[in-house]
């Protein structure tokens, strides 16, 4: 059994930059959820998708979007970057009809922004 | 969502137990208590969880107070490899997303 794999590592952009972060699921896990850590801080829930569709939002702007593709891997997409969109930015993977809700994280990617 | 709060850090001697408090006086009936650490430079890794009976796994056993309001997460013999940031997150049923907060920073002495 794969565990949550995500790519690349580590990230350097441009202020006003796109970028796009992947993520590959738990295998058989239908339900993954991205969450920005900033520095020191503890982990933040941006979204969550099942089923390819997006199934709950945290408090950040629609300039952060997602996609979920059929094989249950996933994309975090940001647009027009800001310096403090500078963070870890980890998914994590979960299969609800198991009944115990536990998240698989991934190793994250790191994203400076400059 | 439930408020949690932590200790911002702990120090435990290597194979001493080690017990982590969270007071959740705020959770609902129905939220499980769950616990998760984060290894640094790692992603967060999913500990322990329970509802209202202690529960024990391979990792760490987990003390629930009888009315709720509080948990101790156990690990019996502290290693090296267990210095991280423990979380204690109260989870509702279904795909409700994990709230953290600052957790405490565990370090552990040689």
């Known amino acids: 059994e794969t565990g949550v794999t995500q790519s690349p590592t580590h990230l350097i952009k441009t202020r006003g930059q796109q970028v796009t972060l992947r993520c590959s699921s738990q295998?058989?896990?239908?339900?993954v959820s991205w969450y920005q850590q900033a520095l020191g801080q503890g982990p933040q829930f941006i979204f969550q998708y099942y089923r390819e569709e997006e199934n709950g939002r945290g408090n950040f702007p629609p300039r952060f979007s997602g996609l979920q593709f059929p094989n249950y891997s996933s994309e975090l997409n940001v647009n027009a970057l800001e310096l403090d969109d500078s963070a870890l930015y980890l998914c994590?993977?979960?299969?609800?009809?198991?009944?115990?809700?536990?998240?698989?994280f991934g190793p994250g990617t790191r994203l400076t922004v400059t | 969502d439930a408020k949690t709060t932590q200790p911002n850090s702990m120090e435990s001697n290597e194979e001493e137990p080690v017990h982590l408090p969270c007071n959740h006086s705020t959770i609902s009936g129905t939220d499980y208590i769950h616990w998760y650490r984060q290894l640094p430079s790692q992603g967060p890794e999913y500990v322990i969880h329970g509802l209202t009976s202690n529960v024990n796994n391979r990792m760490a056993s987990l003390a629930i107070a009888e009315d709720r309001k509080s948990s101790t997460l156990i690990l019996h013999r502290a290693t090296l490899r267990d210095a991280a940031v423990y979380y204690c997150i109260p989870v509702h049923s279904g795909n409700t997303p994990l709230v953290f907060g600052k957790g405490t920073r565990l370090s552990v002495i040689a």
């Open positions: 295998s058989g896990h239908n339900t």
């Open positions: 994590a993977s979960s299969h609800v009809a198991k009944g115990v809700y536990e998240q698989y």
